[in-house]
């Protein structure tokens, strides 16, 4: 290498240094989200500008979550928190009214809410039914209502990123218009009469109304996971199931399989397990938003073909 060369390409190494984001993605923006999905989806619009801490582990039922000790701190030190809304963290309610120091930004805001088709049960009031159906991932048309609720929020938070924001913003909402469309295609190859579902408690709802499928009923006729059905409620969905020959019963990987179980032996049909509430371990084939609803939609589709 001649000396001017080297002189040239030691500039360059110099320059090339210079520019390696080292220090910026060290962030202090501390940001909260509440779930898993939720956080999965915060990451792709904030990346390396802030620095996110998701409340629920993975697997957790995030109906009946008890909010722990590092939680209250990572509330108190959050600049925004992010919840999916709708009620579905209403464990933490009291903790955010004591600790939450910055904003709290419902994901879900803006979209068209599904009333919640069940019955009233003992201890329910028409009021814990009117909020709706809380489970708004499952259509990814709702989910570009998520990213642009999470854009403006973390563009008002901090201005000076918010160009990469929009950047993300725009990718990510590309990437939500694709799996739309892959799922139309996947949901096509089941003929619409036998679009078929029985899960366990309502929490299918968006993908039902966004892909043409019918609820032929819920092991737990609730839109959470804690409630429990009566004997009348258990035989009446056992005769819906064999009537309509219903393929399968679609049941979250957060919710204890017993009641299901019973069901899926007095009716002879098949208990496929599947996320509904939570991301898989990082790593795992469900570990981001995208990967999840494509291993869902996939075990729909074999499991009612
Ligand atoms: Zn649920």
């Given at each position: 290498m001649?000396?001017?060369?080297?002189?040239?390409f030691l500039i360059m190494l110099i320059s090339l240094a210079a520019c390696t984001p080292s220090e910026s993605s060290k962030t202090d923006i501390k940001i909260v989200a509440s779930t898993t999905l939720v956080g999965d989806v915060v990451s792709?619009?904030?990346?390396?500008?802030i620095q996110l801490t998701v409340l629920f582990p993975v697997g957790a039922d995030p109906h009946t979550f008890e909010p722990r000790p590092q939680d209250v701190a990572a509330i108190s030190e959050a600049r925004v928190i992010f919840l999916n809304g709708l009620e579905l963290e209403h464990s933490l309610e009291s903790i955010l009214d004591s600790n939450a120091t910055g904003s709290i930004v419902e994901v879900s805001e803006g979209v068209e809410v599904l009333p919640f088709k069940g019955n009233l049960h003992e201890g329910e009031t028409e009021s814990d039914h009117a909020v709706g159906d809380p489970h708004t991932w499952m259509d990814p048309n709702l989910v570009m209502i998520w990213v642009n609720n999470i854009e403006t929020a973390l563009s008002e938070l901090d201005p000076d990123n918010a160009t990469d924001y929009a950047a993300n913003a725009q990718t990510y909402l590309a990437e939500l218009t694709d799996l739309d469309a892959w799922i139309q295609t996947e949901v096509d190859k089941i003929p619409v009469e036998a679009r078929k579902l029985v899960t366990d408690h309502e929490n299918l709802g968006y993908f039902i109304h966004r892909y043409n499928f019918t609820l032929v009923g819920l092991v737990v006729d609730s839109l959470s996971t804690g409630a429990s059905p009566s004997a009348q409620d258990l035989s009446a969905l056992e005769d819906a199931i064999k009537e309509q020959n219903v393929k399968a019963i679609f049941i979250g990987a957060t919710v204890n399989?017993?009641?299901?179980?019973?069901?899926?032996k007095?009716?002879?049909t098949k208990l496929i397990t599947i996320n509904t509430e939570s991301l898989g371990e990082k790593g795992s084939d469900t570990a981001t938003y995208i990967d999840f609803m494509k291993k869902l939609v996939t075990a729909v589709v074999d499991g009612l073909q």
């Open positions: 001649k000396k001017s060369t080297f002189a040239i792709q619009i904030g990346g390396d500008h399989p017993n009641l299901t179980e019973q069901v899926v007095d009716t002879g």
